[in-house]
């Protein structure tokens, strides 16, 4: 009854789906099936997708150019992306790599390399954002689980646990 009337009503009015976004809603549902597609194949680096997408959404006037830049005055994005930095520079130098393998050694199982991850890693992010704490340290546990012959899909939990503490 009630929802006949509004069909009816819709499809008099126009196409449903001018009515449910308009042209803006598809055309942000287009550049945002367009970067994940781009991000899923891994084909431009991450940060230069997304700073495409928001300003081809800012060129259509969808979105003002206050409200696309307004998240990077947060001094908390800042912070993270600062971290971000210091995380890939320490990284690069290969030092963390060295430094890590000699404080976790060779675990004799599966719940040693567990425990052996942990205090590092919580004492780390006592000091640091865990976001970056756990991106510089996802490619240095790979390579160390490789190495013991442990599957690194079962480190990356309580490393990202143990970057909480």
């Given amino acids: 009854t009630i929802f006949a009337l509004a069909a009816i009503s819709i499809a008099i009015s126009g196409s449903f789906l001018d009515w449910l976004w308009g ?3 598809w055309f942000v549902v287009v550049v945002v099936c367009i970067a994940f597609l781009i991000l899923l ?3 431009i680096p991450a940060d230069f997708v997304m700073i495409v997408a928001l300003a081809t959404v800012m060129a259509a006037q969808i979105v003002t150019t206050e409200e696309g830049l307004e998240g990077f005055s947060s001094s908390a994005v800042l912070s993270v992306t ?3 930095v210091v995380a890939a ?3 690069a130098t290969g030092a963390l790599d060295y430094l890590m393998n000699q404080l976790l050694g060779t675990p004799s199982s599966l719940v040693s390399a567990q425990l052996r ?3 590092p890693i919580a004492l780390v992010s ?5 976001t970056p704490v756990v991106a510089m340290m996802i490619p240095t546990v790979q390579q160390w689980a490789k190495r013991c012959k442990i599957p690194a899909s079962q480190l990356f939990m309580p490393l990202s646990f143990a970057s909480i503490l």
Avoid: I, P, T
């Fill in 82 to 84: 600062v971290m971000y």
């Fill in 117 to 119: 991850l942990l205090v």
């Fill in 23 to 25: 042209w803006e809603g």
């Fill in 89 to 91: 520079g320490v990284s």
């Fill in 126 to 130: 006592a000091f640091m954002n865990n």
């Fill in 41 to 43: 194949n891994d084909v």
